[in-house]
């Protein structure tokens, strides 16, 4: 079955300080990968996606997200968080063989200041 | 532009009402989408619109049912409503129809049903 899964729940980081949140998937082929973040109230903001190419990806606010395909992950990345960041993180992944997007369950992170 | 634009913001309902959520976009977007958000499931397909003319089920259409009205407009409609679809509706687009792209969202219709 295809999947997208994202460990933990929640991540705390310290303002200034790297973050990472993961996600790991199943799927047939060569998947396409994509990170959302959703604030308070609202509907989720596309943050960067993986094709294909180079196995770092670089989105919109800083983050990015490395690609590795032997470990079938997709974390997403940031050198130096800000409280601002604190918000709903998905990853997804298209299904092969249908137009479908699958969403992992999300993973609220807290920037501390 | 709006973007993607989503009507009523927030609707109580009573087991057994039916109610229609209303969502446009103006990006010119083939693919058009309905989700529902649980908390702690992410969000799941309900129906999907590769093109004008056509829908298709995704993980959860019971209770359901989609219009795509035209290129911008895509509906859905509970007829009977139940407790179990108290939940927020996020409607989407994204260009083409192959599911390669991002998606945009609205911003969400908070449902409850008693």
């Known amino acids: 079955a295809q999947s997208v899964a994202q460990p933990e729940d929640q991540v705390n980081v310290a303002e200034g300080n790297p973050l990472t949140v993961k996600c790991t998937y199943s799927v047939s082929g060569n998947p396409y990968l994509f990170w959302y973040v959703q604030y308070p109230n609202r509907g989720l903001q596309f943050l960067l996606k993986y094709i294909t190419g180079d196995n770092l990806v670089k989105g919109s606010y800083g983050f990015e997200a490395e690609f590795n395909k032997s470990q079938t992950s997709f974390h997403l990345k940031k050198p130096s968080a800000l409280v601002s960041d604190s918000a709903l993180y998905f990853c997804a992944v298209r299904t092969t063989g249908g137009f479908k997007t699958i969403f992992g369950a999300g993973t609220r992170l807290f920037v501390k200041a | 532009n709006a973007g993607v634009t989503q009507t009523p913001k927030f609707q109580v309902l009573k087991t057994g009402q039916s109610m229609t959520l209303q969502c446009a976009q103006d990006m010119n977007h083939n693919s058009m989408y309905w989700y529902r958000q649980d908390p702690g499931m992410g969000l799941r397909l309900i129906y999907y619109?590769?093109?004008?003319?056509?829908?298709d089920k995704g993980e959860v259409p019971n209770g359901y049912n989609v219009s795509r009205l035209n290129k911008r407009e895509f509906s859905l409609r509970l007829e009977s409503a139940a407790p179990s679809q108290t939940s927020v509706y996020f409607c989407?687009?994204?260009?083409?129809?192959?599911?390669?792209?991002?998606?945009?969202f609205g911003p969400g219709t908070r449902l409850t049903v008693l």
């Open positions: 619109s590769a093109s004008e003319g056509t829908t």
């Open positions: 989407a687009s994204s260009e083409g129809r192959g599911g390669f792209n991002e998606q945009f």
